[in-house]
């Protein structure tokens, strides 16, 4: 028969396969290994191109798990996650939470600055609109100014395109722009996620997309300028201080993107 110190060990191993996150720095024969869960604009913009270049420098192995920045968030919480990826302001993430898990320790968090990327107010190829002022874009996005005849355009209604549950972006934008106000532009047109804001915006003369200035760059579609540019704050979050070993992610991380060519 096996005696308590068998059963206590075995009860461990179990305990630590059933959550994956409960393993890191262990590293086994190799590297340790660090979950990172959230924001799919951080993963595009700083994991896709440099994942290999950060677990280099940092002596790590990092598994990613694109989803968006609440849920890594919350995988935090519940131990399924070491770093969570953010793409917008934290208070904005952590008042989405709130409306569902109002008992999380929030002031946990700590927040680590990586990257940033700007942002760009999409527009169709054939809209001749060239550039609008910020408080022009104001009234847009808070449905004071509704049709693209009234700033230079086409006798078309102004269709915002959103993804559903905001997104990085369009909290960057109500934070930044808006001072923290909600956007409020009649029937917007709502999309799953962020590639599809592009697509709608290629194809309907009255789209206003918001998204990411890479992202309009690569496509059909113009870049509507304001008066000063809408930077989205790129972000690793932990759930109290980091470890020495999660610290050199951080610092990887963020050497990396300083060095990338821009």
């Known amino acids: ?13 179990l305990t630590v396969a059933a959550s994956p996150a409960l393993a890191q720095g262990s590293g086994g024969a190799g590297a340790p290994n660090f979950i990172v869960q959230g924001s799919t604009t951080f993963t595009h ?3 896709d191109p440099h994942q290999g270049a950060i677990e280099k420098a940092a002596g790590v192995k990092l598994t990613v798990v694109p989803s968006k920045s609440s849920l890594g968030l919350l995988a935090l919480f519940e131990k ?29 968090l700590k927040t ?36 693209w005849r009234d700033v230079g355009g086409p006798d078309r ?14 909290a960057s934008i109500e934070d930044e722009l808006l001072h923290g106000k909600s956007i409020a532009a009649p029937n917007p047109i709502v999309v ?12 309907l003369l ?19 300028k304001t008066d000063h540019p809408i930077v989205q704050r790129l972000a690793l979050v932990t759930l109290g201080d980091p470890t020495p070993i999660m ?5 990887a991380a963020h050497k990396v993107m300083t060095d990338a060519p821009q």
Do not use: Y
Request: hydrophobic share 45%.
């Open 1 to 13: 028969m096996h005696g308590p110190r068998f059963l206590f060990s075995l009860a461990a191993a």
């Open 45 to 47: 913009q700083v994991m």
């Open 80 to 108: 399924r996650g070491d770093f969570a990826m953010i793409s917008g302001p934290l208070e904005t993430e952590i008042a989405e939470l709130k409306s569902t898990h109002p008992a999380l320790e929030f002031g946990r």
């Open 112 to 147: 680590f600055e990586v990257a940033n990327t700007r942002m760009a107010f999409a527009i169709n190829k054939e809209n001749p609109v060239v550039a609008v002022s910020d408080d022009t874009m104001r009234r847009i996005l808070l449905g004071a100014i509704t049709n």
């Open 157 to 170: 209604p102004i269709r915002i395109v959103i993804v559903r549950g905001g997104g990085g972006v369009q």
């Open 192 to 203: 799953q996620i962020s590639s599809q804001v592009i697509k709608v915006t290629e194809q």
């Open 206 to 224: 009255e789209a206003l997309g918001l998204s990411q200035l890479s992202i309009v760059a690569k496509s059909t579609a113009h870049e509507l």
């Open 247 to 251: 610290r050199r992610v951080i610092e």
